[in-house]
T-cell receptor, first 113, second 114 residues
Framework: GENVEQHPSTLSVQEGDSAVIKCTYSDSASNYFPWYKQELGKGPQLIIDIRSNVGEKKDQRIAVTLNKTAKHFSLHITETQPEDSAVYFCAASMNNAGNMLTFGGGTRLMVKP | ETGVTQTPRHLVMGMTNKKSLKCEQHLGHNAMYWYKQSAKKPLELMFVYNFKEQTENNSVPSRFSPECPNSSHLFLHLHTLQPEDSALYLC?????????????FGQGTRLTVV
């Protein structure tokens, strides 16, 4: 089955700096890669996703890149703000597997004011 | 609000108790999921229901028993649990079929087994 590795497990940045979280996956058949943000006391919420037919996607301060050959994808947050502090999860799934997501272990991001 | 509501938010139960977790989605989705979130471990998919039919059971012990009476409601029945089953249990829903779409999560039930 699919295996998703996520690094780093914790990340501390200064407000205004950029943050990068990286994930690798094992199954070359995976073609959908969402990123979720989980704040304290809440369930994960989708912040951005990318499909295997594109290499990069951007939404305001967040962007995701995908390298299918190397089987890794990354989340980039620019101009970080204290409200970006949360746990971020990457995930992978295949179209023919519905939305059975395999998650990475999570990254706790702390943005210091 | 994500459109997925879980109750209760917190639950403490003894190892001999029987309890149920409830999930309701108001999004018109046709697929619902149970995930387990333990400390220092990735979210683990437990069960998947598509159009009320269970399509996945990821080797979950039989002390966890899911029920999906209709496409809007999902239950997780618990009995004779172990302390290591203490975790955050998350319900999610999505629209299944075709390209993968966003999974919406509830806020979870924090379960403590004593």
């Amino acid at each position: 089955g699919e295996n998703v590795e996520q690094h780093p497990s914790t990340l501390s940045v200064q407000e205004g700096d950029s943050a990068v979280i990286k994930c690798t996956y094992s199954d070359s058949a995976s073609n959908y890669f969402p990123w979720y943000k989980q704040e304290l006391g809440k369930g994960p919420q989708l912040i951005i996703d990318i499909r295997s037919n594109v290499g990069e996607k951007k939404d305001q301060r967040i962007a995701v890149t995908l390298n299918k050959t190397a089987k890794h994808f990354s989340l980039h947050i620019t101009e970080t703000q204290p409200e970006d502090s949360a746990v971020y999860f990457c995930a992978a799934s295949m179209n023919n597997a519905g939305n059975m997501l395999t998650f990475g272990g999570g990254t706790r991001l702390m943005v210091k004011p | 609000e994500t459109g997925v509501t879980q109750t209760p938010r917190h639950l403490v139960m003894g190892m001999t108790n029987k309890k149920s977790l409830k999930c309701e989605q108001h999004l018109g989705h046709n697929a619902m999921y149970w995930y387990k979130q333990s400390a220092k471990k990735p979210l683990e998919l437990m069960f998947v229901y598509n159009f009320k039919e269970q399509t996945e059971n990821n080797s979950v012990p039989s002390r966890f028993s899911p029920e999906c009476p209709n496409s809007s409601h999902l239950f997780l029945h618990l009995h004779t649990l172990q302390p290591e089953d203490s975790a955050l249990y998350l319900c999610a829903s999505s629209q299944s079929g075709g390209l993968n779409t966003e999974a919406f999560f509830g806020q979870g039930t924090r379960l403590t087994v004593v």
